[in-house]
Each structure stands twice: as C-alpha cells, then as structure tokens.
C-alpha cells in the first residue's frame, strides 16, 4: 500500500520554503512532504486567482499514486479544505493549522487594505499577543523581509464549496495560539459551520504562537508524521 504524501500549504504571505524545517523532520521520520508554493505567492503572478491556488493544490495532490494528507495554516485552512471538496476520495485527511474553513459564498481573505492589487504583510500590530509571541526581533524581520503580498484575485475571492462528501474526510485542528477546548467550543457554538457538519474533527495542542512551522518544525512535524 501507498504511504499518503504530505502536502503542505502555507498561510497568507508565504511560498513553499516556510515548510523546509518541517519538510526535513517529516523526511527523517520517512514521510513524504510536498511544500506547495502557491500562484501569486512566490512565482510573482500577481494576477493569480483563488481558483488558480485551488489548481495548484490539486494537483499536487493529483500528481500523486496513493492518497494526500493536505496541510493548510491559517486563512489557508480553506484552501485545504476546498482540496478535500474538489477530491474528498483522493484526500485521506485535512489537517488545519491556526484556522479554520470559511463556508460556502464567503470571501477567502479579505481581511487586510488592498493595495495596487496585493494585499501586503500589515505589519506585526495585528498579531500583537499570543500569534507572535515566540517570534523573537530577528524572527519577525525575517518574515516581513520575505513576505509575498497576496494578490487581489486570491484574497477577495469567493469560496466555491460543492461536494457534501467533504464532510466525510477526516479533520485534524492543531490548535497553536488556541486551545483545543476553545476551539471546540466555537465549533459547537456554531462558529465554524463547515467542521460542525464534519463526521470526524480531532483536535491537537501544540505550544507555539501561529506559525509554528516557523518556531515549532520538529513538533509540528512529530504531529503531522502522526496524524
């Protein structure tokens, strides 16, 4: 039987090398990773759609024998789980770092100024607190020297959900920033409409600010080898 590649999808901002501490650790525990560095997001099409990230999501997972475990993080969460609607037989589980997926008609990541059609990094005022708070000074100029600006096409597109057998693709929530009783209790609240109606969500705890692929790779990697 095939092992199920890895296929990692990193959050707003960032290219495939956010995933090369833990594509490492993944490999030395013999995993098979696949970073993914998303159109607009590291090639320098700034003209890049949503629906040109979901192609390319797709296709890695396309490209491979046997199943996909799709990792998204942060507002890619939804990309992840657009990966599991557009192939829920091919997808053997989702795995969400930091997020959550946005439901059916709703905007993808419109969440920052627009600005000569990109989104920019806002700068690290928005993520004051526990988001960044393992982030050190060289750490945080590191990210915001590299950070890709998110083309227009991508953050203020519309989420197109399809396939009711998305429900059946197992969830992992690796809660960084939250807890996994906090994010049990938005779910049952009702705050998380798409995971409320997934047949099996398990939650995972990990000890880092929102991007612990950054400051957590071998943890991180521990729990996606796992999953």
């Given at each position: 039987m095939t092992e199920e590649q890895i296929v990692l999808v990193g959050g707003?901002?960032?290219?495939?090398?956010?995933?090369?501490?833990?594509?490492?650790e993944l490999t030395k525990r013999g995993r098979h990773a696949v970073p993914v560095t998303l159109p607009g997001q590291g090639d320098g099409n700034t003209s890049a759609t949503l629906a040109d990230q979901v192609a390319a999501v797709l296709a890695a997972v396309d490209a491979a024998p046997g199943?996909?475990?799709?990792?998204?993080h942060s507002a890619v969460c939804t990309l992840a789980w657009l990966a599991a609607d557009a192939r829920p037989g091919r997808v053997a589980r989702v795995v969400l770092i930091g997020g959550f997926p946005s439901g059916?008609?709703?905007?993808y990541a419109d969440f920052f100024p627009i600005v000569d059609g990109v989104m920019p990094f806002p700068g690290w005022e928005p993520f004051d607190g526990a988001d960044a708070a393992d982030l050190d000074e060289p750490a945080r100029?590191?990210?915001?020297?590299?950070?890709?600006?998110?083309?227009?096409?991508?953050?203020?597109?519309?989420v197109q959900l399809t396939d009711e057998?998305?429900?059946?693709?197992?969830?992992?929530?690796?809660?960084?920033?939250?807890?996994?009783?906090?994010a049990r209790e938005w779910i049952a609240a009702g705050e998380v409409p798409e995971l409320a109606r997934?047949?099996?969500?398990?939650?995972?705890?990990i000890d880092s600010g929102h991007w612990p692929m950054?400051?957590?790779?071998?943890?991180?990697?521990?729990?996606?080898?796992?999953?």
């Open positions: 707003l901002w960032l290219d495939g090398s956010a995933w090369t501490g833990v594509a490492a199943g996909s475990v799709v990792v998204g059916n008609g709703q905007p100029q590191a990210f915001t020297a590299a950070a890709i600006p998110v083309p227009e096409g991508v953050a203020r597109g519309l057998r998305r429900f059946d693709v197992p969830v992992v929530v690796v809660c960084p920033e939250f807890t996994p009783t906090q997934a047949k099996q969500v398990d939650l995972v705890d950054i400051t957590r790779p071998a943890e991180l990697a521990m729990i996606l080898a796992t999953v």
